[in-house]
C-alpha cells in the first residue's frame, strides 16, 4: 500500500492487536517495493492493504501460492482483483461500507443545507450586500421536501439512514433494487427521469460502470425544478460535464455541487471553477485524516471473524463486484 498512509489507515492500536493475531513477515511495503523482490510473497496467508494496493494477476499470485485472504481497508478494488484472483478462490474483504459512511455524511450536510438554499443565499449575498427579507418563503426547507438518490449503493443505502430523523421523502432510481427491498429501506424507487422531476436535492452515488458513464445528461440536470440542487460524490465520469455545464450557465437557480470531476482537477481553463452555481470541492468526501482508521479498524474485525470461522460481514462476492464502483 502507499507507505505514507500506513499509520493513518492501520493506527498504531489496529496494528497492535492484528500482531496479537497473525504473525507479520514483514513492515509495511509498497507496490512497487514487492515488484522489486516478490520472494517475500511466497508464504504470506493474509495481505493487509489500503490505496496503492497490488494487483492480484496471474504474476503475483504466481509468488503467493499460499495466499488466502486480502483485507483491503480502502474502496474500490476494481484495480486490485483480477480474473486470477476469483480463479484462485481468494477471498477479497474490502472496507467500502466504512468509506461509505463519511460520504454519505458529506451528501447530507449539502442535502440538508442546500434545502435551506444555503449555497444561493451566499451567492446573493456576495453579489448584493443586501440581506432578504425574513421570511424567506422561497427557501423549500427540510420538511416534506424530496430527496431523490441515485443507485442504492452502500453510500446510498447509508444516506437514506442518515435522513431517517428528517421530515423528508427519499425517492431513488436502482435498477437492481427491487420494489420490496425499496420498501424495506423507507424509499420510494422511480425512474432516473422522475427523479431529477420531482427532486428538490439529487444526489449521485452510483458506481462508474460502462452502463453508468455519461448516464446524467444536460436533458436530466434542465429538466429539475426550480432553485434544485445536484450532488456528485460518485464519479465524474457518470456526468456529461460539458452538457452540465452549458445548462447551468443558462439555470442559474440551479447549484452543482461536486466533489468529483473527470478529468480530476478540471483543466485550469474549466466553467467548473468560475460559474457561480457550482460549488467545487478536492474530492474531500471519502474518508480523510482521523477517518480513516476506520478502514483498518473494520479490517481487523474481519481479520477475526475469519479466524473464528464465523460469517464474514464486508467479503466481495465475485457477482458483487460485477456491479461495484
Not at 494496493?53 to 483480477?82: C, M, N, Q, R, W
Not at 429501506?185 to 452502463?211: A, G, I, W, Y
Not at 474549466?270 to 468526501?285: D, E
Request: charged share 25%; proline share 5%.
Amino acid at each position: 500500500m502507499d507507505k505514507n498512509i500506513v499509520n493513518q489507515v492501520y493506527p498504531d492500536d489496529v496494528q497492535n492487536e492484528i500482531r496479537t493475531l497473525v504473525e507479520i513477515t514483514a513492515l509495511p511495503l509498497s507496490k512497487q517495493e514487492v515488484e522489486e523482490d516478490k520472494t517475500i510473497l511466497n508464504d504470506i496467508d493474509f495481505i493487509f492493504s489500503s490505496w496503492g494496493g497490488p494487483t492480484l494477476d496471474e504474476d503475483f499470485l504466481k509468488h503467493a501460492p499460499k495466499l488466502k485472504a486480502l483485507f483491503y481497508a480502502a474502496g474500490s478494488v476494481k484495480k486490485i482483483v483480477t480474473e486470477d484472483s476469483w480463479k484462485a478462490g481468494i477471498k477479497i474483504m474490502n472496507a467500502n461500507v466504512a468509506n461509505a459512511i463519511p460520504v454519505a455524511e458529506y451528501a447530507l450536510s449539502q442535502i440538508l443545507f442546500s434545502l435551506k438554499d444555503g449555497w444561493q443565499m451566499t451567492r446573493k449575498l456576495r453579489e448584493t450586500k443586501v440581506y432578504p427579507e425574513i421570511p424567506y418563503i422561497n427557501v423549500v426547507g427540510a420538511y416534506k421536501s424530496t430527496v431523490g438518490l441515485i443507485s442504492l449503493s452502500a453510500v446510498g443505502r447509508k444516506t437514506i439512514e442518515l435522513l431517517q430523523p428528517f421530515d423528508l421523502e427519499v425517492i431513488a432510481y436502482d435498477p437492481f433494487v427491487s420494489e420490496e427491498e425499496a420498501k424495506e429501506l423507507n424509499v420510494k424507487l422511480c425512474s432516473l427521469e422522475e427523479v431529477f422531476q420531482k427532486s428538490d436535492v439529487v444526489s449521485l452515488h452510483s458506481p462508474l460502470l460502462k452502463e453508468t458513464t455519461g448516464m446524467i445528461t444536460g436533458e436530466l440536470i434542465v429538466s429539475m425544478k426550480d432553485y434544485a440542487t445536484f450532488i456528485n460524490t460518485a464519479r465524474g465520469a457518470i456526468v456529461k460535464e460539458d452538457e452540465m455545464v452549458e445548462i447551468l450557465k443558462r439555470r442559474t437557480d440551479l447549484t452543482a455541487i461536486l466533489d468529483v470531476t473527470c478529468p480530476e482537477p478540471p483543466p485550469k481553463t474549466s466553467m467548473l471553477y468560475t460559474l457561480p452555481n457550482v460549488v467545487l470541492t478536492p474530492h474531500i468526501a471519502g474518508s480523510m485524516g482521523g477517518e480513516m482508521g476506520r478502514m483498518g479498524a473494520y479490517m481487523l474485525e474481519e481479520l477475526k471473524r475469519y479466524l473464528d470461522n464465523k460469517p464474514l460481514d464486508w467479503e466481495i462476492t465475485e457477482e458483487a463486484f460485477k456491479h461495484m464502483a
